[in-house]
């Protein structure tokens, strides 16, 4: 930024006002981390006290690696997580490209339809999504979850990429059609490099609602092998009784896989943004 | 190698009817230029012979061969696009060499190819870079050497220079004058700088609201224009437009006469009238005048004159510059 246009205040005061959100968005998952580490006593006594040798306490960690298949919990909440990522980006991505290039009858009222699902919550169709999968036979699998997921993501992602890919050059795949490229071939080597800013922006969308689902686990794979980490955590909080170390110390592991995801497409953002123009 | 023939070509996007009937023989190895005002529908054309849009109705013909339903990659063209249309995550090796790799030639004809292109374009040090760390004249002689490669029957240039600056332009213009006499190619270019179609046609194709107006060599158009509409587009300054009743012209609705087919004196001449403007170009004194009996006038003088606003002048036509035309726009009697 050049000097003209900054001033001591102006540059403070937007600091003031980003450190001040990030202190609150941040303040819960502190709260967690922090509290994952105390005995229960240290946790009802001082909160938000940090945590000294003497309350200093692993119990929490160690009930929570104890009971259940904890890392089968893991291991079920990232394959339906990436999967359903993986699902909603390419038929997302392809849709919106249809959409976006090919002038066919209907096109704005297909876009119309896709874009539907935005408004219409999807657990308005839990019972009819639950008789489908049993007779579809597909009650406690993660197939079931992956499915239900893709088709929640959807909506936004051909949303979002459709606007996105009416800005790519219709020169760039004009030459890609006289060089030969196929159509697939334009769209997975011309056109995907240049929206993955929008990609990742949808990634990142689609991957948080996903991660933290507890409803559709609870009813369509509530099976102990297909546990999700968020409805495993719920074993800990009973109706009488609460286990809050184990809680919170579940609930702190479950961060760590969706920070990774989250850094890796975000990374993806920013060197979109950077990569420079097309001209 | 490389003629081309439309057939009563006719371009609708729903009601909207873009080409209306275009018929155009182009022989091999010339260089047409398509040139109109913006919207006259030269880009669809291209377009249309490109294979990139289908023709509503009628033919085009490449080498004598109906291409109505053949894919762009299969027509032999190559096209040449203003946005330059590089692929920025490819080298500038890659780019030029995509078109030969998807057709399946071997790696090292490829090679040999782009190396060929790039040396008659001199762009040997950058075959490593990619387009984002080039400047605007080096990205398009990226692309017009990526058409180069692929051993075209038929060059299609879109605006090639629009998106440069004016010396770049110039010698960019060079280039591909010099290309076009060493590579024996047909070439089709859509400009709407008339500079550009005069200096390099063979044969300029004149359109507007869809109709081709006139075919001919730049100086066929510039001395026999056919009709109001090419006296007018051609030729920089405009070519005075006057009423022939005003001239006493009974046969002829306008009489048009080309800026530089008028003479000024200050004593004596056909047409009195007062000086309004004039711009000195060095080369070219430019005169706006309003003259008493034919109303505004235009007149381009060679070399430097002394004449300021308000001077009285009188401005005489020389004899054989007028163009004559009738009600409907049509040329009568043209340089007589």
Known sequence: MSKARTSLFRTGAVHAALIAYT???????????????????????????IPTPETFSLIGYETVLKQGDFLGYFQ?????????????????AMAAFALSEYRFRGNALMGLYLALGIMIPIRLGTVAILQGMVAANLVNTLTALILVYTAQGLPLAVFILS???????????????????????????LVLPLVRPAMATVAVFTMIPIWNDL??????????????????????????????????????LAIFPVLVLY????????????????? | MGSLQLKSIRKAFGAHEVLKGIDLDVNDGEFVIFVGPSGCGKSTLLRTIAGLEDATSGSV????????????????????????ALYPHLTVKDNMGLGLKQAGAPKVEVEEKVAKAAGMLSLEPYLARRPAELSGGQRQRVAI????????????????????DAALRVNTRLEIARLHRSLKATMIYVTHDQVEAMTLADKIVVLNAGRIEQVGSPMELYNRPANLFVAGFIGSPQMNFIDGAKLGDGAAKTIGIRPEHIGLSRDSGQWRGKVIHVEHLGADTIVYLESDEVGPLTVRLFGEHR???DDIVHATPVIGGMHRFDADGRVIISGQ
Do not use: C
């Not at chain 1, 606007?163 to 080597?189: P, Q, W």
């Not at chain 1, 497409?265 to 420079?276: D, M, V, W």
């Not at chain 2, 050497?145 to 440069?164: C, H, Q, T």
């Open chain 1, 215 to 252: 409803w559709f686990p609870l009813i369509l794979a509530p099976a102990e092998t297909t546990k999700t980490v968020t409805l495993g955590s719920q074993i800990f909080i009973g109706q009488f009784v609460t286990n809050w170390n184990a809680v919170l110390s579940a609930l702190s």
């Open chain 2, 145 to 164: 050497g990526r058409a180069i490669v692929r051993e075209p029957k038929l060059f299609l240039f879109d605006e090639p220079l629009s998106n440069l």
């Open chain 1, 163 to 189: 606007e996105f890919m009416r800005t790519v050059s219709d020169d760039l795949k004009n030459a890609g059609r006289i060089d030969g490229l196929s159509e697939y071939a334009i769209f997975f080597r």
């Open chain 1, 76 to 92: 079920n909440s990232v394959i339906v997580t990436v999967v359903s990522i993986a699902l909603v980006l390419l038929f997302g």
């Open chain 1, 23 to 49: 202190l609150v968005a941040l303040f819960p998952v502190f709260l967690t981390i922090v509290n994952s580490f105390k005995s229960r006593n240290a946790i009802f006594r001082e909160p938000l006290a």
């Open chain 2, 61 to 84: 013909q490449i080498d004598g061969v109906e291409v109505g339903h053949v894919a762009p990659a299969k027509r032999g063209i190559a096209m040449v696009f203003q946005s330059y």
């Open chain 1, 263 to 279: 850094v890796i497409f975000s990374r993806q953002l920013i060197r979109g943004i950077t990569a420079g123009a097309v001209k």
């Open chain 2, 307 to 309: 004449y300021a606003a």
